[in-house]
């Protein structure tokens, strides 16, 4: 179709929530019409099926012997420009300020002013590298340069604006789910696997790092199951796992705790749960929260980051705040000894996940952000009003 575009989409394929939100992104603007290529170091690990407008393009990193370390960064932006210019791309959308927006405005200038870039900020690029006096000054930079910046959160924003002095406008767009993808499942038959039928599952999903205080999981479930019968599954892989399992061996666990390792689809997972565990020092959105709450299933978390803007805090979980394992074990435990307030907590979950992130809605305000900085009017279909979800 005509004014259908051409987008370019850059980001960690096989690495967090960005990587999944892009690949999903990248996905539903296809089904739209939008021709998509994803340009990046690997195949994106959630693109799944075919689909005759999405396009994948390798960046390849030669190995010189003059150079050290492989410059990835360099072989990025010449992969950018080349698609652009064979491909003819309308914009391209960067996920993460460094290196994936600094190489496109690098591409930017070997193709011309023409090209747009998106950059949709995620919350590392801001939360730990932008407090790298050696990095900062590269980060506004990129900001700066980029046609539309996008965050996840308005605590993303905040932090940004605080941090690097950034006054140009910044559009929110909230992280989503494919509600297609997360409901509840029927699991009856899967979950006898994993418990039995009087005791709950609680679940955690990470990478691991430091940052989401994994331990602090296993110290609220030790603190939990002394009175609630319950089961706990670690989803995830990452460099604390070790310390994770010291820390189950420790407290007389292996018997209670199942670690899954990495999985694709977690929909099957979330669905076994009662309850989503993330007491994460920082998240800039949390989107493991959002797939439970698609799921049905409440959270019980730290007050920091976009947290509080996802989980509504005694409606769709709770809040406490960060290394309150004790409190957090409580609200846990409210839940779980309370049928009629988790099924209003369940509802209420689901009810937020599909109307206040809804997938539709989010990607038609990227399209619009797109056509806004390519100075185009909208088509039609975007013109109508607001989308039903």
């Given at each position: 179709?005509?004014?259908?575009?051409?987008?370019?989409i850059?980001?960690?394929p096989?690495?967090?929530?960005?990587g999944?939100?892009?690949?999903?992104?990248?996905?539903?603007?296809?089904?739209k019409?939008?021709?998509?290529?994803?340009?990046?170091?690997?195949?994106?690990?959630?693109?799944?099926?075919?689909?005759?407008n999405?396009?994948?393009?390798?960046?390849e990193?030669?190995?010189?012997?003059?150079f050290?370390?492989?410059?990835?960064?360099?072989?990025l932006?010449?992969k950018l420009?080349?698609?652009?210019?064979?491909?003819?791309?309308?914009?391209?959308?960067?996920?993460?300020?460094?290196?994936?927006?600094?190489?496109?405005?690098?591409?930017?200038?070997?193709?011309?002013?023409q090209?747009?870039?998106?950059?949709?900020?995620?919350g590392?690029?801001?939360?730990v590298?932008?407090?790298?006096?050696?990095?900062?000054?590269?980060?506004?930079y990129?900001?700066?340069?980029?046609?539309?910046?996008?965050a996840?959160?308005?605590?993303?924003?905040?932090?940004?604006?605080?941090?690097?002095?950034?006054?140009?406008?910044?559009?929110l767009a909230?992280?989503f789910?494919?509600?297609?993808?997360?409901?509840?499942?029927?699991?009856?038959?899967?979950?006898?696997?994993?418990?039995?039928?009087?005791?709950?599952?609680l679940?955690?999903?990470?990478?691991?790092?430091p940052?989401?205080?994994?331990?602090?999981?296993?110290e609220?479930?030790?603190?939990l199951?002394?009175d609630?019968?319950?089961?706990l599954?670690?989803?995830?892989?990452?460099?604390?796992?070790?310390?994770?399992?010291?820390?189950?061996?420790?407290?007389?666990?292996?018997?209670?705790?199942?670690f899954?390792?990495?999985?694709?689809?977690?929909?099957?997972?979330?669905?076994?749960?009662?309850l989503?565990?993330?007491p994460s020092?920082?998240?800039?959105f949390?989107?493991?929260?959002?797939?439970a709450?698609?799921c049905?299933?409440?959270?019980?978390?730290?007050?920091a980051?976009?947290?509080?803007?996802?989980?509504?805090?005694?409606?769709t979980?709770?809040?406490?705040?960060?290394?309150d394992?004790?409190?957090?074990?409580?609200?846990?435990?409210?839940?779980l000894?309370?049928?009629?307030?988790?099924?209003?907590?369940r509802?209420?979950?689901?009810?937020?996940?599909?109307?206040?992130?809804?997938?539709?809605?989010i990607?038609?305000?990227?399209?619009?952000i797109?056509?806004r900085?390519?100075?185009r009017?909208?088509?039609?279909?975007?013109?109508?009003?607001p989308?039903?979800?």
């Amino acid at each position: 179709m005509k004014d259908r575009l051409k987008i370019g989409i850059t980001c960690y394929p096989t690495l967090g929530g960005s990587g999944v939100v892009a690949t999903e992104l990248g996905k539903l603007l296809a089904e739209k019409g939008h021709e998509v290529h994803f340009i990046t170091h690997s195949m994106p690990f959630r693109l799944g099926k075919f689909d005759r407008n999405i396009f994948y393009h390798e960046v390849e990193v030669n190995d010189y012997y003059v150079f050290k370390y492989p410059p990835y960064d360099l072989s990025l932006a010449s992969k950018l420009a080349q698609v652009v210019k064979l491909q003819e791309l309308d914009l391209l959308h960067v996920h993460y300020a460094i290196p994936h927006a600094v190489c496109a405005l690098l591409a930017k200038q070997m193709v011309g002013d023409q090209l747009k870039v998106v950059t949709t900020l995620h919350g590392t690029d801001i939360t730990v590298l932008a407090q790298d006096e050696s990095l900062s000054d590269l980060i506004g930079y990129a900001i700066n340069g980029s046609d539309a910046v996008t965050a996840v959160s308005q605590d993303l924003i905040r932090e940004t604006r605080h941090l690097l002095g950034i006054t140009k406008e910044i559009d929110l767009a909230y992280n989503f789910v494919d509600k297609r993808v997360y409901y509840p499942r029927e699991v009856t038959s899967l979950r006898k696997e994993f418990a039995h039928p009087d005791e709950k599952i609680l679940i955690h999903i990470s990478n691991f790092r430091p940052v989401k205080r994994v331990t602090d999981v296993v110290e609220i479930f030790d603190r939990l199951r002394q009175d609630v019968p319950a089961r706990l599954l670690f989803v995830g892989e990452g460099p604390e796992l070790s310390k994770v399992l010291c820390k189950v061996k420790e407290k007389g666990l292996l018997d209670r705790v199942t670690f899954c390792g990495k999985q694709d689809d977690v929909a099957q997972l979330l669905s076994l749960a009662d309850l989503m565990l993330l007491p994460s020092e920082k998240e800039s959105f949390g989107l493991v929260a959002l797939e439970a709450m698609a799921c049905g299933v409440p959270t019980v978390a730290s007050n920091a980051g976009g947290i509080p803007e996802l989980i509504t805090h005694g409606e769709t979980g709770y809040l406490a705040e960060i290394g309150d394992v004790e409190a957090m074990a409580g609200y846990a435990r409210k839940i779980l000894t309370d049928e009629a307030h988790a099924a209003q907590l369940r509802e209420a979950c689901l009810h937020r996940a599909r109307y206040t992130f809804c997938n539709d809605v989010i990607t038609r305000q990227y399209e619009e952000i797109y056509y806004r900085v390519l100075g185009r009017p909208l088509p039609e279909d975007l013109r109508r009003k607001p989308l039903e979800c």
